[in-house]
């Protein structure tokens, strides 16, 4: 590669400052810094060659996808979820437990609660996506690790789950969200994720995939929560999704725990595959502008990111926002926004009809 030839680490560079400048950020410097870690030695590959790596972060096989969260009151927040890509002859677990020593000890970050579960979820010779990322950018970012449940198959998920809940001193967690979540056979546990502070607040995180699901599957769900609002989560799914069920991808919740030995979950989250239902990426932006508005929040942050990371007009591909979720319950209620760079590959627009078609 010549150096007048466009990178991964200078698309998704470009992008991270883009979206800092989005959401108010300031100064981006960390921000690049940790985003040309995660990408390690996948940077420095062209945009002009497929990918060499499989990655399930992104459609395309781009190891890294940037969302923006939006709380109540409308206040943005910049986030990425990645995977280090392996060297040749590496595994990905061991390259993403060496980028995850460096920022343990850059900044002290606790693993305890990682090193309790890890090898239950990072045997040798695992299965599924090994180990991932999150970092939240803030003036002291802050991290996530998404461990697979699947990692020693999924007829074993549930009882892995099971276990590491029990070892977090969360118990008692298990039988509600099965109770709420995996109530037929296409409901399966996804991620397991764990906050990498010791705070009060520090999350355990379940993810349970909902594969050929409509809204009525996630109205019980999020009934394992204490207060959240059924009708809210179901017009949320109906707005952003329509009145299919999910065939191709399926709606995610996510249950988070924070008080130690709990069985109710704080929070609970839903994640709609809205590249599914969509012809093409205008007409999610303009189903995003009525949500946001509806929950009475400005759509302009949104606008000004999508106008600093799209490489084409949005009405020509779908995808560019692959998902959206809603968060609900006693704590960080909000609405988040998932981008993904499109690094390698846009899938082209579809027919409006048949597909969400408002404008």
């Given amino acids: 590669m010549t150096s007048t030839e466009p990178s991964l680490r200078r698309l998704a560079n470009d992008q991270v400052r883009a979206l800092a400048s989005a959401v108010g950020l300031g100064t981006p410097q960390v921000a690049e810094e940790l985003v040309t870690e995660l990408l390690g030695v996948a940077g420095t590959h062209p945009l002009c060659t497929p990918p060499h790596w499989q990655s399930d972060i992104s459609d395309d096989q781009t190891p890294v996808e940037f969302s923006i969260a939006f709380d109540t009151a409308g206040n943005p927040t910049l986030r990425m979820l990645g995977a280090p890509v392996a ?80 070892v977090l001193g969360l118990a008692p967690a298990h039988p ?129 990111a999508l106008r600093g990371i799209a490489r084409r007009p949005l009405a020509e591909g779908v995808g560019m926002i692959p998902h959206v979720s809603l968060r609900t319950g006693s704590t960080r209620q909000g609405l988040t926004v998932y981008l993904s760079t499109e690094a390698f590959h846009t899938t082209p627009a579809r027919s409006r009809t048949g597909h969400h078609s408002h404008a």
């Fill in 87 to 166: 060297r040749p002859g590496d595994g990905q677990v061991a390259a993403a437990l060496r980028l995850l020593a460096t920022w343990a000890d850059r900044y002290q970050l606790s693993l305890d609660r990682f090193e309790a579960v890890r090898e239950l979820f990072l045997p040798p010779n695992a299965q599924g996506f090994g180990l991932w990322f999150s970092v939240i950018f803030r003036p002291e970012p802050e991290f996530k690790v998404y461990l697979d449940p699947n990692a020693r198959g999924g007829a074993q998920a549930p009882a892995l789950v099971a276990h590491a809940l029990r």
């Fill in 176 to 304: 509600v969200i099965a109770h709420h979540a995996l109530a037929r056979p296409q409901d399966r546990f996804a991620f397991f994720a764990l906050d990498l502070h010791a705070g009060a607040q520090a999350r355990v995180k379940v993810y349970v995939a909902h594969h050929e699901a409509g809204a009525e599957v996630a109205e019980r769900a999020c009934l394992a929560v204490p207060g959240v609002d059924p009708e809210q989560v179901s017009a949320f799914c109906r707005t952003v999704g329509g009145p299919l069920p999910f065939t191709t991808r399926p709606l995610i919740s996510s249950y988070s725990f924070s008080d130690p030995g709990s069985a109710v979950p704080d929070n609970y989250s839903l994640y709609v595959p809205v590249r599914e239902a969509v012809a093409d990426d205008e007409v999610t932006l303009n189903l995003l502008r009525t949500v946001l508005r509806e929950q009475g929040l400005r759509p302009d942050v949104l606008e000004q």
